[in-house]
């Protein structure tokens, strides 16, 4: 069965429980599987062993995941305007991807989540979008057709789901912002059905 690989980084479990609502989306679309992976953590001194994951957690994400996929969504939190160091370490690691085309013409989309209200959603978006059109992937937003984006007053965007998670983190995905998600997640499968 095709899938779409819902791929995030998330430290205090906002960008997680938006990687959830992204996959029920995927799912609504009947044929298409949605598989949730994450990234492990980096600091300057290394990358987390893969035997650090939780038992509850979702598994690290590799690269015949990323290869075999119909589809991608990536999610990060925003760190400063960006997407945050361990997506970009895991994105950097991709180049055998990219030489051999294995993401070209798949759809993706891309969210994220902020401590601010104002900081910096759309452009770390926009830099998690650069890698995956390198890769030759075709991109998907938010049309304006989603009633959500003209009424959420914390997160959406027509660059992809965004979350205004507040300073602690602790401001749980509202109703809007969950419909946003699964929007784009079943924007993808769809697309993702046109080529089975």
């Excluded at 479990?13 to 953590?41: D, F, K, Y």
Aim: charged share 20%; glycine share 10%.
């Amino acid at each position: 069965m095709p899938y779409v690989l819902v791929l995030y980084y998330s430290r205090t479990g906002a960008t997680a429980a938006m990687a959830s609502q992204i996959a029920r989306g995927v799912q609504l679309e009947s044929g298409v599987e949605a598989r949730v992976r994450t990234v492990p953590a980096v600091t300057a001194e290394t990358v987390t062993p893969a035997e650090d994951i939780p038992a509850e957690g979702p598994l690290y994400c590799d690269e015949e995941d990323l290869r075999r996929c119909s589809g991608l969504v990536l999610g990060s939190p925003t760190r400063f305007g960006n997407m945050a160091a361990p997506m970009k370490h895991f994105i950097d690691q991709t180049s055998g991807l990219w030489l051999s085309g294995a993401l070209v013409d798949k759809p993706a989309a891309v969210f994220t989540s902020t401590s601010s209200l104002h900081g910096g959603q759309e452009s770390t978006l926009l830099t998690m979008a650069l890698p995956l059109l390198h890769h030759g992937m075709i991109l998907m937003g938010l049309p304006y057709s989603e009633k959500g984006l003209t009424a959420t007053t914390s997160g959406g965007t027509p660059y992809g789901a965004s979350h205004w998670a507040g300073e602690g983190g602790d401001r749980p995905v509202d109703a809007t912002e969950s419909e946003l998600c699964r929007a784009l997640g079943k924007r993808v499968a769809r697309w993702v059905k046109r080529d089975v």
